[in-house]
């Protein structure tokens, strides 16, 4: 499911795609090079399946390693402020699962509190998450093709700086709704 | 004073000589009898006392006997027996009758014929086991057949310095028998008084002593005397175990030689042998490159200019007459096309053993000294000629007949997006891992004896020669999207990665290399990635040690990440300074910065220094860092 998402990002023009699986399989991770990147973008994007709550080991390996004290945080460390920090996610259970009466006793955003909290400690602006749900029956039900255009659009907007940040730095989750922040002008 | 002078010159001599021969690959032998000729003939600072040193030499054919010996473990020898008796055998038993033969023409009485025939009948183990070595021929079939072909002589001189004194007798040169001394063993005075019967019942006896006491005695003593962990002691055991056995044997009038030979087959499977070689290897050593240097000054070189083309002709007679008799047992033995050669060509000359036998020869009386001096000409020149064969056999017979060995290569009837040439030891493991993948896999190689054994596991391998292009064209690798080069041979694999890269630019190539040096070789050849064949399995070993002293698992991982990282990024910078056929000092001083840095690093890892960049794990913030 977030191989098709990761394709779709591939094809989005200013995107940097970075699989972290293919360019790390022993997790072998270069920070050197990876501070590198952060440096050079404006938006970090973590696309991942939220497994176990939580992103596949090798992205948390990636935090650990990569945001470093003096670089990331700390008296020093101010690499990150100011940039964009969004999780795209994928989850199986249905959205009504991720709710104070559902399975989960919390929403989506809540439980992705580490992240947000890792990106305020960064002075990142942390956005709400583009999220996936029932990713198991995406393909069925035909929602795999509408989530990968409104990823596209997410993206391009983000690209083009055309996306209301201060309102989506307040939603839920973005999921379904996408048309609501991004700023109308011209195409793109 | 005499005697350290003498040393000197001596020590000298060999310590110049043969270091030179050797890096000239003219081996040690030919180096000791070289300086010989220059301290004798040439010079002149050794003169009539050579004789005497000769004879004290002589002493390190006994312990050579006793090496050998330890060498020889009834079980191996036994599982050798087809090869020793047949091939070997056939070898001593034909050349001797061919050259007894020729002596009987020449008007040599039959005994002094059939001693010179025994003798020429052997090579030089010295020269021909170091050459196949050196150029790892060892491993094929021709260097194997050699082995045990000098392997049968190196046993068939035991019976033969039992026999030259019979023929000495019959030779009825009385006189003579009493000049030789140590390694002649032509003592026996003590029983001579006594009836034939008893003369032999008492050597039996001695006999038996030695395998008894070798087996019963002698381990018992070795064992206290090795737990008592005086090293030189255990070397003086040794030592005087090989002249005890030396003298008794003298004393009841049998070879000393036999005696310590049979007390090395004896201790050949106790576990002291390796230590009981490793002590008297350099005594052995020392003392035969004396004998060889004595031979050398003892050289008549009037002789030489004298009649050169005598001298020359029954050399070369000599090596012609044994190529001969060689080819032709190869093919009765079916050796295949470059071994064949190998075997003849490598085996032709006369060996060291030759002046040993021929000194005790004169010793008995067997053969004359003018026939001597001229037969010992005639051995050195046969062994000087030696690398020129091997050098005759690498560079024109063997490219030659490779390429029409007696096998065709396999047509290829398969195939696969990978072709691996090389099924050794890392052949096997790239293509295992492939094609359990599910990958066709086309596997290529040489030796018919792999290809037999991973058939009988169900692994089909072609037979073919690499190097040779219309095999690798078989192969498919017009249609193939990868190459694996792993061949053994250095210098085969540069070449075969070269001919890929240059007539298929569409495949890759991945390729096993020897040393950092070798990748760049091959890299500048054309593979697309190499890999040091050692490094992996080394780090791996090194990971291993790292936690057997008490580093943490995963520490010790992270720590051998680091070493790798910086391993490879060593290997990444010091390619441009490395040129080829070598090293230069920028070269040098590239890597020695770079092993400063490295210990930099690793004594950061140490925790000497704490929170650094170079310890990439997660790191609590520094306690003054007030934001937190």
Sequence with gaps: MNYPLFQTAQAVEGVTTVD??????????????????????????????????????????????VLEH???????????????????????????????????????????APFEKTADLCGMRYLAPFVMFGAGRAVEDNRLDVHRNAYDDLLKALVADR??????????????VLDDYIIKGEAV | MELLSDAFV???????????????????????????????????????????????????????????????????????????IGLGGLQVVGTTAVFAGAGLLFGLSWQSALALGMILA??????????????????????????????????????????????????????????????????????AALPGWAQALIILAVIAAIIVAGRHLLRPIFRFIAEAHLREIFTATALLLVIGIALMMDFVGLSPALGTFLAGVVLSDSDYRHELESDIEPF?????????????????????????????????????????????????????????????????????????LFGFASGAGVLEQSLLQTMTLVVAISMLFTPALFILYQKVVAPRVIAKTDREPDVIDSRGRVVVAGMGRFGQIVSRL?????????????????????????????????????????????????????????????????????????????????????????????????????????????????????????????????????????????????????????YIDAMRAHSETLYEIMRVDRGEESHERTERGWNPPPKGDATL
Excluded at chain 2, 18 to 46: K, Q, T
Excluded at chain 2, 125 to 152: D, P, R, Y
Excluded at chain 2, 451 to 456: F, M, T, V
Excluded at chain 2, 487 to 516: C, F, G, S
Aim: a negative charge.
């Design chain 2, 284 to 356: 052995k050593g020392l003392l035969l490159g004396l004998f060889f240097l004595t031979v050398g000054a003892g050289i008549d070189f009037g002789l030489l200019f004298g009649a050169p083309g005598t001298i020359f002709g029954l050399a070369f007679g000599l090596m012609a007459a044994k190529f001969a008799l060689l080819y032709a047992l190869g093919t009765i033995f079916k050796l295949q096309g470059a071994d064949r050669w190998l075997f003849a060509l490598g085996l032709a000359q006369a060996g060291e053993f030759a002046f040993v």
């Design chain 1, 70 to 112: 003096g670089f990331a945080y700390g008296l020093h460390g101010h690499a990150l402020e100011g940039k964009v920090f969004l999780n795209a996610i994928s989850t199986g259970a249905k959205p009504n699962a991720y709710s104070r009466g559902g399975m989960n006793h919390s929403d989506i955003r809540g439980l992705l």
């Design chain 2, 122 to 191: 052997l090579s030089s183990t010295a020269i021909v086991l170091q050459t196949l070595n050196e150029k790892g021929w060892m491993k094929t079939q021709g260097g194997q057949s050699s082995f045990s072909v000098l392997l049968t002589q190196d046993i068939a001189v035991i019976p033969m310095l039992g026999v030259l004194p019979l023929l000495a007798v019959a030779h009825g040169d009385p006189d003579a028998s009493d000049t030789h001394g140590e390694a002649a063993g032509h003592g026996g005075e003590a029983l």
């Design chain 2, 434 to 586: 492939l094609m359990t993948s599910g990958y066709d896999v086309v596997i290529l190689d040489h030796d018919p004896q792999t290809i037999e054994n991973l058939g009988r596991v169900g692994v089909r391998t072609f037979y073919g020669d690499v190097t040779r292009p219309d095999l690798l064209h078989g192969a498919g690798l017009m249609e193939a999207d990868l190459f694996v080069a792993a061949i053994d041979d250095r210098e085969k694999q540069t070449m075969v990665v070269e001919h890929v890269a240059r007539t298929y630019p569409n495949v890759k190539i991945l390729a096993r290399a020897r040393d950092r040096h070798h990748v760049y070789e091959l890299e500048k050849a054309g593979a697309h990635h190499a890999e040091r064949e050692v490094f992996e399995g080394a780090m791996s070993i090194g990971r291993k040690a790292l936690v057997e002293l008490g580093a943490h698992p995963f520490r010790a991982r992270t720590k051998a990440k680091d070493f790798r990282n910086h391993d490879l990024a060593m290997l990444d910078d010091l390619r441009e300074n490395y040129h080829d056929g070598g090293v230069d000092k920028s």
């Design chain 1, 20 to 65: 972290l699986y293919a360019e790390y399989p022993d997790f072998d991770i270069n920070v050197d090079a990876e501070q590198a990147r952060l440096t050079t973008h404006d938006v970090i994007v973590f696309q991942h399946p939220f497994y176990w709550y939580s992103a596949p080991a090798i992205m948390k390996e990636w935090q650990d390693l």
């Design chain 2, 10 to 84: 001596y020590l000298a001599a060999a310590v110049i000589a043969v270091p030179i021969a050797n890096r000239l690959g003219l081996g040690s032998v030919l180096g000791y009898l070289i300086a010989g000729v220059v301290i004798g003939p040439i010079l002149g600072v050794v003169g009539s006392e050579t004789t005497d040193v000769q004879h004290f030499a002589e002493f390190g054919v006994v312990m050579m006997l006793f090496l050998v010996g330890l060498e020889l473990r009834p079980a191996v020898l036994w599982k050798m027996r087809k090869q020793l």
């Design chain 1, 163 to 176: 996306f209301d940040l201060k309102k989506a730095a307040k939603a839920a989750v973005l999921t379904d």
